[in-house]
């Protein structure tokens, strides 16, 4: 506590190029040009290292939702973007992860400025990721095609029979605060990629490298309506856009409470739907594996972006042999590494959740935990300073009902649990409404691949946690999503296919 209380957690002072682009007046991305919100009202944007108001964005009224909404529509109808040559798009496409790189310093402050993570976490990460998510994408805009089918009951040499995939129509993509410009491409790689037009809503926590972002699509070339980028809130903005019966698709990443409600509101016209939801990921360690080595492994993968990930290790079950020393490991990687500093100090690995909000949340939750008996083995606390801190938490003597347990919580907070057997922690690990990701430490290869098998998530990994890849499918078993994203599945989510039958 000591070391943690001698760190300065007064924000460092922005950039000239940071400080200009938070002067600029709110407003919003519609038809490839910068309007005025109709109703003039604008959202607070604040640094979570400072707790301080910096910025403001607009707050799209429902005119402004409808104004995006034509604009993507008549960009998709008059296939001013799926009518170019797939060549065209892909050179598009690549131009914006050029054009992205070209700024990534300035990105990356804005992301820490915004967000609160590390500015090195997001230069090294989250530019890098979308930047590839871009790039492997672009590839695919020549690459999707149907195929031609023989016939089963007609008789063969009659008909001709094919399949055309086709661009599913005018996209609603809505993302949130933990990687605000890797969501946003992540998002618009495919539908780019697959002809689509799109209505973009960051978060209102965290909307600035979009609004950055909407400068760059402008440069790329991409044409006016293809890509429109609208701030405002969830709860107005985002539940227009949902509803709004000229959006074919809606893609969304974010909680599973506002999923199950986006799926509800998105079946008046049967929209598409893919959805990126919560997660309570396990990480199962065996009795072989390297105590400290895992101890470092699982404080990363609870710690980085405080937690706020969707796929963050935030429950671990060591075998009883074990248990003591990963704890020991976890303590002292914390210890050394996952200190919270500024978001701006180059020194920072953790930096302030995002808002004061999420703060109450956290610690609510820490709380909740003592409350019903659990022990705090690290931190259990929060620095007292402006800004969102809370020191990095591992929670034991946990058992199975209580919240910290059982929810998202969506934070810096651990909890750590024994098991016995293989049997006992498969039904440990799967003993949760979420099924994102799950990792498993053992140099037992067998055994690794046998429990894989039992694990229901989406992911599992082996001997790491976190690891993702533009070109390897991402999304959830049971609440933790429906569909899949990047990888080919990823562009596919954006595709319609067509049966064509010509009786000849
Ligand atoms: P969190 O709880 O982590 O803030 P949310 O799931 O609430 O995450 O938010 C993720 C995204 O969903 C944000 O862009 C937010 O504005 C948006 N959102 C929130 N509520 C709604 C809603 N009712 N309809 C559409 N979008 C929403």
Redesign the pocket.
């Known amino acids: 506590m000591n070391e943690i209380a001698a760190i300065s957690l007064e924000q460092l002072p922005y950039s000239a190029a940071a400080s200009a682009f938070l002067a600029r007046k709110p407003q919003l991305f519609i038809d490839g040009a910068w309007v005025d919100s109709s109703h003039g009202k604008t959202i607070p944007v604040e640094d979570p290292s400072s707790g301080k108001e910096v910025a403001r964005i607009a707050d799209a009224s429902d005119t402004d939702i409808d104004h995006a909404v034509a604009a993507a529509r008549a960009a998709f109808d008059d296939a001013r973007w799926s009518g170019l040559p797939p060549i065209s798009r892909e050179r598009m496409i690549n131009r914006l992860a050029d054009l992205i790189e070209a700024n990534a310093a300035e990105l990356a402050e804005l992301e820490a400025i915004d967000n609160g993570k590390p500015r090195t976490m997001a230069q090294a990460g989250d530019i890098p990721m979308a930047v590839a998510h871009l790039r492997y994408m672009a590839g695919w805009s020549g690459k999707v095609g149907g195929e031609v089918m023989s016939p089963y009951a007609m008789p063969a040499g009659a008909v001709l029979n094919y399949t055309v995939k086709e661009p599913v129509g005018v996209c609603a993509q ?5 990687f605000p410009l890797m969501m946003a491409c992540q998002k618009i790689a495919p539908a780019l990629a697959a002809g689509c037009t799109l209505v973009l ?5 965290t909307s600035l490298t979009t609004l950055r972002l909407a400068d760059l699509v402008a440069e790329a070339g991409i044409p006016a309506g293809v890509v429109n980028i609208v701030t ?4 107005t ?3 227009r ?2 509803e709004h019966p000229d959006v074919d698709k809606v893609a ?4 599973t ?3 199950k ?2 799926n509800r ?1 998105a079946t008046g016209t049967l929209k598409r739907v893919t959805l990126e939801l919560g997660g309570k990921s396990p990480l199962i360690i065996m009795p072989d594996a390297d105590p400290a080595v895992v101890g470092k492994n699982a404080a990363s993968a609870i710690f980085m972006n405080s937690g ?1 990930v969707c796929i963050a290790g935030s429950r671990l079950y060591a075998h009883r042999s074990i248990f003591d020393r990963v704890i020991e490991g976890l303590a002292a990687a914390t210890a050394s590494t996952w200190v919270p500093r500024p978001s701006l100090d180059p020194l920072a690995r953790m930096g302030p959740l995002v808002s004061r ?2 703060f109450d949340r956290v610690t609510g939750y820490i709380e909740a935990g003592r409350k019903a008996g659990a022990s705090v083995a690290i931190g259990g606390d929060a620095p007292s300073a402006g800004g969102h801190y809370v020191n990095p938490t591992v929670l034991v003597d946990v058992d199975p009902e209580m919240s910290v347990v059982r929810e998202e919580i ?1 934070g810096p907070v651990l909890v750590a649990q024994r098991f016995d057997d293989i049997d006992d922690v498969a039904r440990q690990a799967n003993d949760t409404c979420f099924g994102l990701g799950a990792s498993i430490w053992t140099n037992d290869l067998s055994l690794m691949h046998k429990l894989a098998s039992r694990i229901k998530s989406g992911t599992v990994w082996g001997n790491c946690h976190m690891m993702l890849d533009s070109a390897l499918p991402f999304g959830g078993f049971k609440q933790s999503g429906i569909g899949r994203e990047l990888a080919r599945e990823g562009i596919e989510a954006y595709l319609e296919t067509k049966t064509v039958i010509v009786k000849l």
Request: hydrophobic residues 40%.
């Open positions: 809505i993302v949130p605060w933990n809503k960051p978060a209102e926590q405002g809130l969830g709860e903005a985002g539940a856009l949902v969304f990443t974010g909680s409470e506002i999923g409600l986006i509101n706020q909000e999420q969506f």
